[in-house]
C-alpha cells in the first residue's frame, strides 16, 4: 500500500478551508499558517514507522481517513493555541484511528444499530491500535493516544472505563477533537453537524470531555454554540 500524498494535500486543504475559511484570529491571517501543518504531515510521511500506517488509513477510503486528517488538524493548532509542547504527538493525532482499519467496513458503515457482537469489536480498536502503533516502534506516549482516546470523565468509555481525569492533557486534548470532528463530518449513516451544533453538543458533555478544551476549541474556531431552544442567543 502506498500513501496518495497529493490527494492527502487536498483533503488537508479542504479541511482547512472548512474549519477556517476567512483565515482570520489565532490561525494568523497567514498564507504559510496551512503551509506549517502541511509540512508537519509530510515530515511524519518520511517516517518509515509512519507511513505504512498511514498508508492503511488510507486504503480505508475517505470516511476513516479525512476523520484522521482533520483530527491531526485540529489537534495540532489547539495545541498550538494552547502553546503545548506536542510536535512529538502529532503522529498520534493522525495515528489515533488505525486500530479501526482491523473493522470490517460493513459495521463501521452500517446504518442501523450494532449487535452487541458489532459493538465488541468496534471497541476493541483503541487496543488494536495500540499494539500496532508499538509493533511498528511508535513510542508509547504516540500508542498511548489510540489506547485512551474513547476514555470519558465520568468513566463511561472503553475500552478500560477509566476516570478521564486522571489522563494527561493531550489525550483529554485528543478525545475533544475526535469527537468535534466526528460530529461534523459526514458518515454513511448521518448527515454532519454544523460547527455550533457540534459545540453545543460538547458543552452538554462536559462530565465526560474537559471543559477547558472545548472552551480553547471554540476559541479556535471563531464561533459560539447557541442554544437551539433559545435562537437569539
Known amino acids: 500500500m502506498t500513501v496518495d500524498l497529493l490527494l492527502s494535500q487536498t483533503y488537508l ?4 478551508q472548512k474549519h477556517w475559511p476567512d483565515k482570520t484570529g489565532f490561525v494568523h491571517n497567514s498564507a504559510s499558517a496551512f503551509h506549517q501543518y502541511e509540512s508537519l504531515f509530510l515530515s511524519l510521511c518520511r517516517d518509515g514507522r509512519i507511513y505504512p500506517l498511514v498508508a492503511r488509513l488510507q486504503s480505508m477510503g475517505p470516511e476513516t481517513y479525512h476523520h484522521s486528517l482533520d483530527v491531526f488538524l485540529l489537534g495540532n493548532v489547539l495545541a498550538d493555541y494552547l502553546q503545548m509542547e506536542m510536535a512529538e504527538l502529532a503522529a498520534g493525532f493522525l495515528l489515533h484511528d488505525v486500530g479501526k482499519t482491523y473493522i470490517s467496513s460493513y459495521i463501521l458503515q452500517k446504518s ?3 449487535t ?6 468496534v471497541q476493541e480498536h483503541p487496543m ?22 474513547h476514555e470519558r470523565g465520568n468513566q463511561t468509555g472503553y475500552p478500560f472505563g477509566l476516570p478521564a ?7 483529554r486534548l485528543l478525545s475533544v477533537v475526535d469527537v468535534y470532528s466526528a460530529l461534523t463530518l ?11 451544533q457540534a459545540l453545543y453538543h460538547l458543552r452538554k458533555h462536559t462530565e465526560e470531555l ?3 478544551y472545548i472552551h480553547a476549541l471554540l476559541n479556535i474556531l471563531h464561533t459560539h454554540e447557541p442554544d437551539p431552544g433559545n435562537p437569539s442567543s
Open 116 to 121: 452487541p457482537e458489532e459493538w465488541e469489536t
Open 165 to 171: 481525569w486522571e489522563l494527561p492533557a493531550p489525550l
Open 210 to 212: 474537559d471543559a477547558v
Open 112 to 114: 442501523g444499530t450494532l
Open 13 to 16: 486543504h479542504q479541511l482547512w
Open 186 to 196: 459526514p458518515r454513511s449513516y448521518r448527515k454532519a453537524l454544523t460547527p455550533d
Open 128 to 149: 488494536r491500535g495500540y499494539h500496532l502503533l508499538r509493533a511498528h516502534g511508535l513510542e508509547d506516549s504516540i500508542a498511548h493516544m489510540a489506547l485512551y482516546h
